[in-house]
């Protein structure tokens, strides 16, 4: 198995960015929740207006990427780009830069430039000239991080999503395993756009309240927006001495929405990690849970946690109650998450009520700053598991 290592993350999302991360861990630390703020939301053709809670991004930390198609999306890259570059440099100067592939998980890319075309098309009877259909095309924000960072090798975007981060993650360890790169930029990047909002919502999955995962009293989802981005490489480029040491997948088959109700899915994603890391469920320190706060899914996370690590009562917590759920851009931003909890030992702590669901196999859920890990953190998963049954566990440890 080919050693693979992560430099330290870009990032921005609502509870902080790479531009300082020592706020960024203590917001971790303290579940601040100060990021995620209402917000009001209507599209054209619908009566009235809807408010939710989102984990929204300072809107004076973006600045317009002087593509032709600025999107929200691209200037979230941008800004993660723009942390990333001296290590990207240095992947190209040391491999060439068709050895440096790009892999990126999103799902929204650009609908609020492609309602605003079409509502000039049903009131004006035509677009503007300007409008094109690859402004919103799947691959275009891997090919502008490939032109951004000046790589050559294969540019890649994934869209599986609330797990297409992880997706891309994983794939950028197959390319380097198989020799077809040597450094991958990957992560991920999403916005919480009116579409993406309005349409969660008309599956009655977002709560308008802030959301409580694992709770009894839970009732959906808070939506976020941001962007995270690694260099993984052969080599440990920035001396950060974390690898990507497993990494697991799995398929429900089953719905378009709905996990499978007895977690067999989330197990078999954390169990294929665990094996290609050489783990043992012990050696695990910490989870970051998916935790989106929906009934189902959190409820399957609980049983497949528990089939796995049974008698273990790992510390576990999501991080989404502080950040929203970035969806293309959760697995990434997660991971960066167990990268500072590793680098600064800590358990990032839950934003919750604190009243567990009973009907849930019991959890060791972080719900204090009190709390410490009984031993170093070495060794923490992060779960992402999407809609269709798309699964992904990823396991990261110190070297």
């Known amino acids: 198995m080919t050693k693979t290592f992560l430099s330290r993350p870009a990032f921005i999302c609502a509870a902080g960015s790479s531009a300082d991360t020592d706020s960024f861990v203590n917001n971790l630390k303290t579940a601040n929740r100060a990021g995620i703020k209402k917000v009001e939301c209507s599209l054209a053709g619908q009566s009235g207006v809807k408010s939710f809670f989102v984990g929204k991004v300072d809107d004076s930390l973006l600045k317009p990427t002087g593509d032709k198609y600025n999107t929200r999306t691209l200037e979230l890259l941008n800004f993660a780009l723009s942390q990333l570059k001296d290590t990207a440099k240095t992947a190209v100067e040391r491999y060439g830069a068709e050895r440096v592939a790009v892999c990126i998980g999103q799902c929204d890319n650009g609908s609020a430039l492609s309602f605003a075309a079409h509502k000039k098309f049903f009131t004006d009877g035509k677009f503007d000239k300007e409008y094109e259909l690859k402004m919103q095309g799947a691959d275009y924000v891997a090919t502008f991080a490939q032109k951004v960072l000046g790589t050559k090798g294969p540019a890649l975007s994934f869209a ?6 992880a997706s891309a993650i994983i794939k950028a360890r197959q390319l380097i395993e198989s020799k077809l790169a040597d450094a991958v930029i990957c992560g991920g990047v999403d916005i919480a756009s009116d579409t993406v909002l309005l349409g969660f919502d008309s599956l009655e999955a977002v709560s308008h309240n802030m959301t409580n995962p694992f709770s009894k009293n839970r009732d959906g989802i808070n939506l976020g927006e941001g962007a995270a981005l690694f260099v993984l490489s052969r080599d440990d480029l920035d001396n950060q001495k974390i690898i990507l040491a497993g990494c697991g997948e799995s398929s429900d088959a089953s719905h378009l929405t709905a996990p499978l ?17 050489g783990l043992k469920p012990s050696q695990i320190d910490y989870i970051n849970m998916h935790g989106t706060g929906t009934r189902l899914n959190d409820s399957m996370e609980s049983f497949g946690v528990d089939l796995v690590f049974k008698e273990y009562k790992v510390p576990v917590s999501t991080t989404k109650p502080l950040t929203g759920h970035t969806l293309g851009a959760a697995a990434a931003l997660e991971l960066a998450v167990c990268f500072y909890a590793i680098k600064n030992q800590f358990l990032p702590v839950q934003g919750w009520d604190g009243q567990f669901d009973d009907d849930l196999p019991k959890l060791n859920i972080v719900s204090s700053p009190d709390v410490a890990s009984e031993k170093p953190l070495q060794c923490c998963m992060s779960n992402s598991f999407a809609f269709g049954g798309a699964n992904a566990s990823v396991i990261i440890r110190t070297e």
């Open 160 to 165: 599986t999503a609330c797990s297409s981060s």
């Open 261 to 277: 109700a007895d977690g067999s899915g989330a197990r078999s994603a954390m169990q294929k990690a665990l094996d290609q890391a």
